[in-house]
C-alpha cells in the first residue's frame, strides 16, 4: 500500500539528516566554530555565520515542551490517525524538533512528559522520527 501522507523535500542542506534517519540514527549539526547545535540544517551556523560542521547523533530523548492534540485531519493522509498529537520535543542535546507522538493516549500527554524517539519506516527511501513515552 503506499503512503499517503505528505514526506519531507529533500535538500543539499538536510540530505545527511534523511540519510541517517533510514539508518534509525537522529542526527543535528554541529558547528566547528562554535559547538552551536542546530535544527534545522542549513549551510551556516546562525550563531556564528561559520560555514564548518559536523554532524552528532543523539540520544534521542527529550521532552514534551509544547504539544497540540489534533481532532481534525487537515490532509486526509491523517484522518485514521485521528486524534493524534504533535509534539515541539526539547532533546537533553538541545535543539527542539517538531514531531509526532505516537503509543500514548492524548489525553495523557503533558508538558514536561519524558520521551524518546523512535521510527517510522513509511518508504524504503523514508524512515520519519517519531516519539514515545520514555519508560523508566
Known amino acids: 500500500m503506499a503512503y499517503e501522507k505528505p514526506l519531507p523535500i529533500v535538500n543539499s542542506d538536510n540530505k545527511s539528516?534523511?540519510?541517517?534517519?533510514?539508518?534509525?540514527?537522529?542526527?543535528?549539526?554541529?558547528?566547528?566554530?562554535?559547538g552551536h547545535l542546530r535544527w534545522?540544517?542549513?549551510?551556516?551556523?546562525p550563531e556564528c555565520l561559520s560555514e564548518a560542521c559536523d554532524w552528532?547523533?543523539?540520544?534521542?530523548?527529550?521532552w514534551v515542551?509544547?504539544?497540540v492534540v489534533y481532532?481534525?485531519?487537515?490532509?486526509?493522509?491523517?484522518?485514521?490517525?485521528?486524534p493524534y498529537v504533535v509534539a515541539l520535543v526539547a532533546l537533553d542535546e538541545g535543539p527542539r524538533f517538531l514531531t509526532q507522538l505516537i503509543h500514548y493516549e492524548p489525553e495523557a500527554v503533558f508538558c514536561g512528559m519524558r520521551v524518546r524517539v523512535c521510527w517510522d519506516d513509511v518508504t524504503e527511501a523514508f524512515s520519519l522520527p517519531k516519539f514515545e513515552p520514555r519508560q523508566g
Request: net charge positive; glycine share 8%; aromatic share 18%.
Open 65 to 67: 515542551y509544547s504539544f
Open 40 to 45: 534545522p540544517p542549513s549551510f551556516l551556523c
Open 56 to 62: 552528532q547523533v543523539s540520544r534521542g530523548e527529550g
Open 17 to 34: 539528516f534523511w540519510d541517517e534517519c533510514r539508518r534509525h540514527r537522529l542526527t543535528f549539526q554541529k558547528c566547528r566554530a562554535c
Open 71 to 82: 481532532h481534525e485531519a487537515y490532509h486526509p493522509g491523517f484522518k485514521g490517525d485521528l
